[in-house]
């Protein structure tokens, strides 16, 4: 991922950026899949494909990665196709357009007359909203008997990453999926002290997984909320060789942030950013001025912004 990319990344491109490492991709389906389905492949020769089953209108929906899984004692494979949603709240329309992405991968394998593989969705859910994922049949509920069989129900994966506790992501073989997960879990739990993050960094392998640092790094600080003790907590625990590119990671983002209005590490509820020109020290301020019980016209006069833009920042109406 490009250095400019990466001040940008996404809960999505975040996800694929990791999962695309085949070994991190090895661990997340070893670790992930059912075991009936695990006995039949052989997930250590499983590898990424370059596929996508998106057309360009469900590409503003989801990100798609597709692995090539061989069958165990067969010269025959499968493909397991894991869409991240794009946003991390839940869409109860989602059956419908798995529905949608299998049909167009199967059409697209039978253009291509190479045989078919059989596809197998799995859905990666990293919202903070309850979420049971229902199958097409419960959407039909009042239809006679006799006619259910014409529901075109399949089966699918589901993984909310929230009914995972820590402990279950520490047990991850790979640091750099052990890492990511880690961090993403954090957001989801909003835990208030943030300093265990450094924990998520103890056992990530720098040498072997050096290139995925800055999209790491980025992604923890955008999306964690970190305050400033927690940041130098953490930075100072990192390694002497990486030390140097974290803080010019830091000031990039920061810069970003007050050139672009673009929203770094604050309430994941104000996701359109903030205006061009105010610092980001001030929207921390105007954060926890207010969740402290101030008024948004005390936080202003204090400030020396309006009071419609710091109810702009917050996300609130008069």
């Not at 943030?194 to 923890?220: C, D, H, M, P």
């Amino acid at each position: 991922m490009p250095k400019s990319s990466i001040l940008h990344i996404t809960h999505d491109s975040f996800v694929k950026l990791v999962l695309s490492n085949p070994a991190a991709g090895q661990d997340f389906l070893n670790y992930f899949l059912p075991e009936s389905l695990k006995g039949n492949l052989d997930i250590e020769k499983c590898v990424p494909s370059e596929l996508s089953y998106l057309t360009e209108s469900m590409r503003n929906r989801h990100t798609d990665l597709i692995f090539d899984v061989p069958i165990k004692g067969s010269g025959e494979g499968i493909r397991i196709a894991i869409l991240i949603e794009h946003k991390s709240y839940k869409d109860e329309a989602v059956i419908f357009q798995l529905l949608e992405y299998l049909a167009l991968g199967y059409r697209k394998q039978s253009r291509e007359q190479k045989g078919f593989r059989l596809i197998i969705p799995l859905l990666y859910y990293h919202g903070k909203q309850e979420w049971s994922l229902a199958g097409l049949s419960s959407y039909f509920i009042d239809i006679p008997g006799d006619l259910k069989p014409f529901l075109p129900e399949f089966s699918r994966i589901y993984i909310d990453l929230k009914n995972y506790s820590i402990d279950d992501i520490e047990r991850l073989n790979n640091s750099l999926l052990r890492t990511a997960l880690y961090i993403q879990l954090l957001r989801l739990q909003n835990m208030e002290n943030k300093t265990i993050l450094s924990r998520a960094f103890t056992t990530f392998e720098y040498g072997q997984y050096r290139n995925y640092f800055s999209a790491i790094f980025v992604y923890a600080i955008k999306y964690l909320d970190l305050e400033k003790e927690e940041f130098e907590i953490l930075v100072d625990e990192f390694p002497e060789e990486v030390k140097p590119e974290a803080m010019t990671l830091a000031n990039r983002l920061k810069r970003e942030g007050m050139e672009e209005g673009i929203e770094i590490g604050k309430k994941q509820g104000i996701e359109k950013g903030i205006e061009k020109g105010i610092e980001l020290s001030q929207v921390s301020f105007v954060f926890k001025s207010y969740e402290n019980g101030l008024d948004a016209l005390t936080i202003a006069k204090i400030v020396g912004i309006t009071e419609d833009r710091v109810r702009e920042i917050l996300n609130i109406d008069r």
